[in-house]
Every structure is written in C-alpha cells, then in structure tokens.
C-alpha cells in the first residue's frame, strides 16, 4: 500500500495553508482520520452523512479525497467492493451511527466471504452514551464481529490513527477482507498530536505464517511427473495474490488444462486453449467432467464451497488432490486433500517454476497430453444445445451480444441469480479483476454498485451490470449516485418476469407452480426519472444497435430492459447433494 510522507500527509491542501504548521503538530480527530486515509493511498471513499460524523464531512474540503455520496450505505458498502475488486486496493466506506453503520452488515458479510479489502468506518454515539440505548446507537462491533477479520471501537484520539494503520494492514495482508472502525463523536471532536509514520501496527495475535517446505513442492512435482490427466482448478485467492502470471506459465509449462471457479474467472484469459472455464453447479460440462476424470488436480486459492464441489465425497474422487492455499482454514475442510500446501501463492508458484526448468522429467507425463486433451474435446461435443427460438428473445444470446460488444478493456458485474450463471458461462473477457460478482454469499442487489464502485476507480472504461429484474430493485436508487457523478454504467436487465433462479428451483426440484412471480417498473421511465436513458429490447433484431448505443454513452446511466422468454432455465445444472459429474445438460 502507499504511503506518503509526513509532510504529504499532515498538511491539508494548499486553501488551508495558513494553519498548515499547527495541523502538522496537533489536530482534531476528524483530521487524524482524513490524514491518516491519505496517508494509506486513499482517494475515494463512499459514505453518507449523519449527526456524529459530521465533523468529517467539515474537515473533508481539505483533503485530496473524492467522496461519492451514496443513497444507501449498503450500496455504498458494494461499491467499496467493486472498487476494491477492481483496482486490488483496499475500498473505503464510512456511515453514521446506529442504522447508518448496520447498514453495511450485508456488504461486509459478502466482502467477508469473497476475500475482499474493505476497511469501514463508522461513528458512534459519545463515549459517554455508550451502553445507554441513546438515540441511533447500536454496538456495531459486536453485530459485525462474525462477518469481519477484524473490528475495534476506538476509545481514546490518541489510538485512532494506529487502529486506521492496523485496519488497513489487516484488510491487505494474508487472505485479504473487511475490518470495521466504529468511532465515537466525541474522539473524532478530541484533539492530539499526529505523525502517521510513527503510528505503529501491534497485532500480536495476527500472524501471518507459510508452513510449505522445499519437501512440499517437490512432493508436487513428483505427482506431476506422472500425471497422465492433470487440471488445474484456479480460484479467486489466484487473483488475489496477483500469481496469475506464475499460475498460468506454471501451466503452460505442463501443458496442464485449466478451469475456473465464478471467483477465479478473469484470472486465466478466457481465449487460453489451456482454459477450459467455468466449474461448479452451473459450470461447463467438460470442465466438471475433466476434473471428475483428473489423476492430479491441482487446487490453487479455492476454499472449495459445495457450489464449487457438489457431493463433497464424490468430488474428483479419482484424484490425487493438492490444494495450494494462505488460509489454512481452507486446507482440509471441505474435501481431504492428498496434499495440502499452505503458503503465499505467487511465491510457491515462483519456486515451483524455478524447479522446473529441465522439462526433460515430466516427458513421461507431457507425452500422454494429446490423449487427454483430445477427451475433454470429446466432452464438449455433449454440451447443451442452445436453442435460440426464431422471433424470440433469449437470455443466453442477449448475454452473448452483451459480450461480443464488450471492449476488451472493459469491467462485467453481476447481480446473483440466473443471469450471473449464464454470464459466468458465456465470460470472455482476458483480464484479471475484469469479472466482479457475489459468490459466496450470493447477495442480490450486489452488481449494480460495485458498477459504480468499478467506474469511480476508471472513469474512462465500459462498465457493464448484467442483472435479473429481482437483483437490481434491490438497490436501484443508486441511479440517482451514477447521473450525479457523471458514470455511464451500463445495467443489462435480463428481465424475465421470475425470480428466475427461485422459479427454476421450485418447477424442477419440488414440482409445483412456483410463486416468485416479479413485476418491474417502466425501466425507461425509471431511467429518464434519474437522469439517465432507457431501452427496451423485445426481439433479437433489436439486440446489437441498442447494446451498441448503450455502451457509447458515457456520461449518465443506462439501462436496457431485455424482455426475454419468461421460462428460461440454466444447464448445465447440479441438483442440490448431486455429484458434478452427474450434472443435467438440458431440459
């Protein structure tokens, strides 16, 4: 993370100098806080006003910070998120006491479960109130403490700027997530001296250790050595780690299939002949097919959900599994590793490309390729027919054109639900971070601000939201945040009148008439009420002008309303307790 010196970080900007040389000695709270974020490399932070932080909001002018004011602070909790999922950095978001800071409990849980950098900042009633049910207090460090690594409530100003250098060193550092600030009004009013480089971090229970030993990876390479059907299963820790460079040329070097989980898509370009795609629930056929018939599979920062494995007991049963990890807690949790390896990604990725410079050894593995490559050929020749009724507009080819329009430089967030399936499966984009979407917590209402969140860190890139119609009211006010900061965020509403993922469930699993029946706004009218633009697309024909004008608007919100078939289902599919391989592939 960067950080400026002193002299960069105690000084507010230049229509302040004139108190420049007592700010850089002694300041108020609220400077302690904006001074330590710009000390961190901070340069936008979503929040929302209220009564015990507006000390922050009167120091902010002051400060090189750009602050995106959100309708909701769950909104704004996403957008951290997708600035953060974006960019690598950590996202920042701050609210006010009370139901300002429980509003961001369901973004940072989904931060939480994605191993995203989120550092939340809250403020709360004076110390002295604390514990005294005062008006819009809440012990928000005890409701978020399952769904953070790490939250303090800070007592004293002379411990403020050492928690923000703590919180921040924590959301970055070993599998990265959320930390939560929460700060009373009458600390961020107190005054003390600061000098952020003094600050120091004292985390005595936070360790971050690597247990893998040179015996390890040898041990990896000798399985390798005989491998005649090995995959490489590639997770979000992948891109986390910044190793998709290592991973990939690791790969190539074995000339090793890969696949991807939802979260690890983006992290081996999609046009690699390696890359196999998508694995899981809804992933392709081959890949899950492949990694059932693998010999070695090499795991690589995957915490291996059910989503990601269907019946655990039958998940690559005939493999000699390896899971390569920093969390420890990952290792051995879900599914018995043959070997477990624990330690930072990129650099175990480095020592093994170092001990495999005479290729000459794995000739014997290298020589059965063309065989195992040509089975998973064999696998996609049994993939789903894609009907794309004539006259009638079909998600799967909206989600394709979507695609085909998409520059290559250009950010994909999703909602949760049928849509983010299909966009998973049908992702062709090559970038790492280029892919943003809830996994383990399948939040709805999630893509829509991390959009925004995505287009605050690059302004000048094409920023698209595939949504259901259920997802994005959830969060839809957000309009009113894109037109007043000039984002033209695009949102795909995959509109098919359902609950869609719900519907599918209910129809196919408890056969009966399912009630998630959804009813939507006017999606132009909605638009233009917010500053915004409006389609609808009702045939196929229509489908390429309208993506390609929304996407040539850059300076407000548009939204497209696909008016697609209602009954729409996703395939392949694994039922719930199902083993992968036994995964239906059409209706």
């Known amino acids: 993370m960067p950080v400026h010196n002193a002299s960069q970080t105690l000084t507010p900007n230049a229509k302040n100098s004139a108190t420049a040389e007592a700010a850089?000695?002694?300041?108020?709270?609220?400077?302690?806080f904006l001074s330590s974020l710009v000390a961190e490399g901070v340069d936008t932070v979503f929040g929302m006003p209220g009564g015990v932080i507006l000390s922050i909001y009167e120091a902010l002018p002051d400060y090189p910070i750009n602050h995106i004011l959100v309708r909701h602070e769950q909104g704004g909790a996403h957008m951290a998120e997708g600035y953060a999922r974006a960019t690598?950095?950590?996202?920042?978001?701050?609210?006010?006491?009370?139901?300002?800071?429980?509003?961001?409990?369901?973004?940072?849980?989904?931060a939480y479960y994605d191993s995203t950098p989120l550092v939340a900042f809250t403020g709360n009633v004076p110390s002295a109130m604390l514990g005294n049910d005062a008006f819009q207090e809440a012990d928000i460090v005890g409701i978020t403490r399952p769904v953070t690594k790490h939250n303090i409530i800070v007592r004293r100003v002379e411990d403020l700027a050492q928690a923000i250098k703590e919180a921040f060193h924590i959301a970055m550092t070993g599998r990265p997530g959320p930390v939560l600030v929460d700060i009373p009004k009458d600390v961020l009013l107190a005054s003390a001296e600061f000098d952020y480089e003094q600050a120091t971090i004292d985390l005595p229970g936070y360790t971050i250790e690597?247990?893998?030993?040179?015996?390890?990876?040898?041990?990896?390479?000798?399985?390798?050595?005989?491998?005649?059907?090995?995959?490489?299963?590639?997770?979000?820790?992948?891109?986390?780690?910044?190793?998709?460079?290592?991973?990939?040329?690791f790969a190539e070097r074995l000339n090793m299939p890969i696949a991807c989980s939802l979260m690890g898509l983006g992290g081996i370009p999609m046009s690699h002949p390696l890359n196999m795609g998508f694995t899981g629930m809804h992933g392709h056929y081959w890949a899950n097919i492949a990694i059932a018939n693998a010999d070695v599979l090499l795991i690589v920062g995957n915490r291996l959900s059910e989503r990601q494995t269907g019946k655990a007991d039958r998940f690559a049963r005939n493999a000699k599994i390896v899971h390569i990890d920093l969390d420890p807690s990952t290792l051995q949790k879900n599914v018995e590793a043959f070997l477990p390896v624990q330690g930072e990604i990129r650099g175990i990725f480095q020592h093994l490309l170092a001990k495999t410079e005479d290729m000459s050894l794995f000739a014997e593995s290298l020589s059965t390729r063309a065989d195992w490559f040509k089975a998973i050929e064999g696998w996609k020749t049994r993939r789903q027919t894609e009907p794309f009724p004539e006259g009638v507009l079909s998600p799967q080819f909206v989600i394709d054109r979507l695609f085909h329009f998409m520059p290559a430089d250009g950010f994909v967030t999703t909602e949760v639900g049928q849509h983010q399936m299909w966009a998973a499966q049908r992702f062709n984009l090559d970038r790492p971070r280029s892919f943003v979407t809830s996994g383990g917590l399948g939040t709805m209402g999630f893509g829509f601000p991390a959009a925004i969140g995505v287009q605050a860190a690059f302004p000048d890139k094409t920023v698209l939201d595939i949504a259901g119609?259920?997802?994005?009211?959830?969060?839809?006010?957000?309009?009113?945040?894109a037109r007043?900061?000039?984002?033209g965020v695009t949102v795909a509403v995959i509109n098919n009148g359902y609950l869609g993922m719900v519907r599918q469930w209910q129809d196919k699993t408890w056969n009966r008439a399912s009630e998630s029946r959804m009813t939507s706004p006017d999606y132009v009218k909605l638009a233009e009420a917010y500053g915004g633009v409006g389609f609808v697309v009702n045939?196929?024909?229509?489908?390429?002008?309208?993506?390609?004008?929304?996407?040539?608007?850059?300076?407000?919100?548009v939204i497209i309303d696909f008016r697609v078939?209602?009954?729409?289902?996703?395939?392949?599919?694994?039922?719930?307790?199902?083993?992968?391989e036994d995964m239906l592939i059409e209706e």
């Open 24 to 32: 850089s000695k002694t300041l108020t709270g609220a400077h302690i």
């Open 484 to 487: 007043d900061n000039k984002m």
């Open 210 to 249: 690597e247990t893998y030993t040179e015996a390890d990876l040898d041990a990896v390479l000798d399985l390798l050595k005989t491998a005649r059907q090995p995959v490489l299963l590639s997770g979000g820790g992948v891109i986390n780690a910044g190793a998709h460079a290592e991973v990939l040329a």
């Open 565 to 580: 078939r209602e009954k729409a289902d996703v395939y392949p599919w694994v039922p719930a307790g199902g083993a992968n």
């Open 88 to 110: 690598g950095k950590p996202g920042v978001v701050w609210a006010t006491s009370g139901p300002g800071a429980t509003n961001l409990v369901t973004a940072l849980a989904d």
């Open 539 to 557: 045939h196929p024909d229509e489908v390429d002008a309208v993506i390609q004008q929304a996407y040539a608007i850059t300076d407000r919100p």
């Open 469 to 481: 119609d259920g997802s994005f009211q959830m969060t839809l006010q957000e309009l009113a945040t």
